[in-house]
């Protein structure tokens, strides 16, 4: 078996051969022609020779070209036809030799007929090379649109893919797959195994080729599939070695997609999401992954307005955050505030989303009912007498960003329960027995909560 090295050595020289009989074969025909069209004699020995010299150029530059496609440089869909097409034309050359030497046995219907059996040969074989080196819009990507519309070319402006519920998306199948069916699968499918890879099945993926495994879960720098796709392109094992490279956002997205553990399962919900590829994702498949508050998050159906108007009767000003969110924004501005109107609202408790019972003369026990809004994120509870008793009744809301205390009778007692709510990001507690000593320690020990006490921390 002939090395990698050397037979690629051998194979790189095609393109110098690949000419001649491209040259010796046309000025035949052109010569007999020429000769038949003045109708003079010529050297007929010239015309056989020409075939042959084009014959035997014409099979080394096969086996050139035939060392060259076993390098993989070129996907295989393209290089079948390309490859056995340049053997058709060595046979059909040296058969036209024998012809044109003995050209007087035969009569001149099959001499042109091989004539132009072979220019058709070669004008299929050169674009199929053609579009092999420049691509297969070399020719036509400029063309008057006119043109383009009779050849059955189309050139559409790249747009972004569009996913319906992003956090359903699974980032192999959506993200992944359609990067190596552009890039990769023609050459490593079911079919086709170069190097013994196939990544169209996942086991097989996982396999690996040749040389073993291509993925290190969590290890894209030690990975063979990431080193390939990075390599300068040049180097002989860059992948893919034809057609477009992966752009930057695809590689990004390789590399994070393996870091995460290259998972086939995994929905893009379930993985970490960091600065790096966040604006990756925007910018290549309009996702945006940018945290949003829950309340943009939650999908419940718009409430019954009869509700909203008993609610309403008690004393509650009630808006919707917007005509595509039916969450609700709730704020009681009646004369006095009892606990049989607050548990009014137990009847459209997953809706509440934002609620206002500021400078109210709230029970700490009334605050049982609140504990209930599970939907819950923006709760003001300033100017109002509740207590340490009181807030370790909202422990249960687990999506409660903004807790406003000011002006209430809390204390340091009330931080540990504060510092147990997971999606805390603001908390007022101006004007409060809290101490600055116990502010400070709740902001350092809690990731990203804001503590405001009137003073900066």
């Known amino acids: 078996m002939i090395p990698l090295e050397f037979s690629t050595f051998i194979g790189r020289f ?25 109708k003079t004699a010529t050297n007929g020995n010239l015309i056989a020779n020409a075939w042959l010299l084009g014959g ?4 080394a530059a096969a086996l050139c070209g035939w060392y060259l496609g076993e390098t993989g440089l070129h996907e295989e869909k393209d290089l079948f036809l390309h490859r056995w097409l340049g053997i058709a034309i060595v046979v059909i050359a040296f058969v036209g030799w024998y012809l044109k030497k003995n050209r007087t046995k035969y009569p001149k219907m099959l001499q042109n007929g091989f004539n132009v059996i072979l220019l058709v040969s070669l004008f299929v074989e050169g674009h199929k090379g053609g579009n092999m080196t420049h691509g297969d819009t070399y020719l036509t990507e400029y063309a008057p649109k006119p043109i383009q519309g009779l050849l059955g070319t189309d050139y559409r402006n790249d747009s972004l893919p569009t996913f319906g519920n992003t956090d359903s998306l699974i980032v192999y199948r959506d993200l992944i797959v359609p990067i190596f069916e552009e890039k990769c699968f023609a050459c490593h499918n079911n079919e086709v195994q170069r ?5 169209a099945e996942s086991e097989a993926f996982l396999a690996g080729g040749d040389n073993g495994a291509i993925l290190l879960t969590a290890n894209s720098a030690e990975s063979e599939l990431f080193r390939r796709i990075t390599l300068p392109q040049k180097n002989i094992k860059f992948m893919p070695p034809t057609g477009n490279a992966l752009t930057y956002d695809e590689i990004k997205t390789v590399e994070w997609w393996i870091e995460q553990g290259a998972s086939f399962e995994d929905s893009i919900s379930s ?19 940018t945290p949003k508050p829950w309340y943009e998050t939650v999908r419940l159906p718009v409430l019954d307005s009869e509700k909203i108007r008993e609610l309403e009767k008690e004393g ?14 709730i704020k009681y ?4 505030l009892t606990e049989s109107k607050l548990q009014a609202l137990a009847s459209v408790k997953d809706h509440i989303t934002w609620l206002s019972l500021a400078r109210n003369d709230i029970a700490d026990e009334w605050l049982s009912t609140v504990a209930t809004f599970t939907n819950l994120t923006r709760l003001q509870l300033e100017k109002t007498p509740v207590s340490d008793k009181g807030v370790e009744r909202l422990k249960g809301l687990r999506h409660l960003e903004s807790l406003n205390l ?34 400070q320690g709740l902001q350092e020990n809690v990731d990203g909560l804001s503590v405001i006490i009137g003073d900066a921390l």
């Open 56 to 59: 035997i150029s014409a099979a």
């Open 195 to 199: 190097g013994g890879l196939n990544m």
């Open 406 to 439: 000011y002006g209430t009778q809390v204390t340091d007692g009330c931080l540990p329960i504060i510092q147990t709510l997971p999606g805390l990001q603001r908390v007022y507690l101006w004007d409060t027995q809290v101490t600055r000593q116990g502010a």
């Open 271 to 289: 993985m970490t999401i960091g600065e790096n590829i966040r604006p990756v994702l925007l910018r290549r498949y309009g996702i945006d992954t």
């Open 333 to 336: 501005v009646g004369n006095a």
């Open 14 to 38: 095609h393109p110098l051969l690949v000419h001649l009989p491209i040259g010796f074969l046309v000025l035949a025909i052109l010569l007999e022609w020429w000769q038949g069209f003045k």
């Open 316 to 329: 509650f000003q009630v808006k919707s955050l917007g005509a595509d969110n039916p969450l609700l924004d």
